[in-house]
């Protein structure tokens, strides 16, 4: 079994708001995230695939193919958009990272067919990152 | 849905690598540069991985301010710019950087219980770091 990294960037929008919570909540629990009118962040995101090293190609996973996953599935959907109002997990969820690393993952499991998803990492700065491995 | 989430710190201390339980000559042969009588110094970067369930209504694992506020009270505060011979925590054991990822952890393991503390990570400089998930294997 070897495990295989690759890693992008995109660029988003974001605000942390729950409409349960009061203005003062909001506000307590989000602090500067709660600014309604948003912020953005430059992320980077590390998706780890496992498997077998195939015998003929050398390869675990085309990485060509990989990154055409990666791109129409994760950053087409993502990149330099607001996450809040144009990424369709995040009409009714916060798009914090934990959730942003579940959604790339629910959107990248079942789209590989050689390598097996093994870990979706998202860096929101360079020193806050969230790891996903598809946990219940 | 259980997710781990990773915050970097840094702090800057200086500490000897010495052994009392060693001759003079051994302690050279053990530590080399870092017996020096004097001390020396070391930018660490310290990495904190939690994990938990993501909570529905916040989208979080933890308040990061909670656990920042861990980090700062319990393990900068006492660490930071500091001799690192000289503080209670290794009045009987060497600072390694082995030893300063232990003593982290069970600190943190400790002061900080919003989330499950899975390991620590400390970087002694950009060409080693070490790892200590409280006697667990590491996750790949």
Redesign the interface.
Known sequence: MV?LTRKCEFSASHY?H?P??STEENQR???KCANLNGHGHNYTLEVTVKGDVDPKTGFVVDLKELKEILNREVLDALDHRHLNKEVPEFLR???????L??AIWNRLQGKLHVAKL?RVRVYEL????????G?? | ?????????LFSASHRLHCDGLSESENQATYGKCNNPHGHGHNYALEV?VSGQ?NP?????C???DLDGAVHREVLERFDHVNLNARREFAATVPTTENLSEVIFNILKQRFTAAHLEEVRLEETMMNSFEYAGGAEL??
Request: charged fraction near 20%; charge should be negative; aromatic fraction near 16%.
């Open positions: 495990y942390y729950n349960e919570f629990i989000f602090g969820q916060i798009p914090t990272t934990e959730n690393a579940i093994h360079p020193d806050l990152f969230v790891d996903f491995y946990e219940a | 849905m259980k997710a781990h989430l990773t915050r970097r710190y991985t993501v209504q916040t989208g979080m694992v308040n990061l301010v996750r790949v």
